[in-house]
């Protein structure tokens, strides 16, 4: 059975940073590109970033450029997304999603609030 | 930035057909992604490849796609058929993702 477990989730202060984690199992995760997105309370889903198979390219939405950087390790089947220079409203569960032929699989998502 | 265009809301009645569209320029070079998404729940891939339906996704649900507009019909709506439904595509490079904003779905 494919899983997808995000972690990392929670309160921080405007400009601040935080780690999330995508534990995946259940496939071969090299095997896949990965994707992050996102959605703001009560609103809609948000592409925020994805790495292709190896990590070898990553692309970002223009709202998140320069200040998040995804990655993965290959090695664990984990997937992660470092987030810096936090803005309110970056605040949002943030969900890990595989690709294959559209978004196949999902987690259930990581609170991530940015208040003060 | 590229942006896909749905329709905010839609209402049915039990049995009829809804229909939701999905507009935006690189749909001729790209394929659509349709998604579920019930309240607290992550979504669900519904249709894929503009008009393929993944296992286990019921027959009344289908999609198609023509130039720069696509649509999903689901056929015979029933109760847990409400929810927010999500076009998703790429940009004409294929570098970016997008989804569009999404259309409540509403059986009256």
């Known amino acids: 059975e494919v899983q997808l477990v995000e972690s990392g989730g929670g309160l921080v202060q405007p400009g601040g940073s935080l780690r999330l984690s995508c534990a995946t199992s259940?496939?071969?995760?090299?095997?896949?590109?990965m994707h992050w997105v996102r959605q703001a309370p009560g609103k809609g889903l948000v592409w925020v970033s994805r790495?292709?198979?190896?990590?070898?390219?990553?692309s970002y939405a223009d709202v998140v450029k320069g200040r998040f950087t995804i990655s993965s390790d290959n090695a664990k089947n984990t997937l992660f997304l470092q987030m810096n220079s936090l803005r309110a409203e970056d605040t949002a569960v943030y969900f890990c999603a595989r690709s294959d032929y559209g978004f196949d699989h999902w987690g259930r998502g990581t609170l991530v609030t940015v208040s003060s | 930035s590229y942006e896909l265009t749905q329709p905010p809301s839609v209402s049915v009645s039990p049995g009829q057909t809804a229909r939701i569209t999905c507009s935006g320029d690189?749909?001729?070079?790209?394929?659509v992604y349709w998604y579920q998404q019930k309240p607290g729940q992550a979504p669900v891939l519904v249709i894929y490849?503009?008009?393929e339906r993944p296992s286990g996704i019921p027959e009344r649900f289908s999609g198609s796609s023509s130039g720069t507009k696509a649509a999903m019909t689901i056929s015979g709506v029933q109760a847990e058929d409400e929810a927010d439904y999500y076009c998703?595509?790429?940009?004409?490079?294929?570098?970016?993702?997008?989804f569009g904003g999404g259309t409540k779905v509403t059986v009256l």
């Open positions: 490849k503009d008009s």
């Open positions: 259940g496939f071969s995760f090299n095997n896949h590109w």
């Open positions: 790495i292709n198979r190896d990590g070898s390219s990553t």
């Open positions: 690189a749909l001729p070079k790209q394929y």
């Open positions: 998703q595509s790429a940009d004409s490079s294929g570098s970016y993702q997008v």
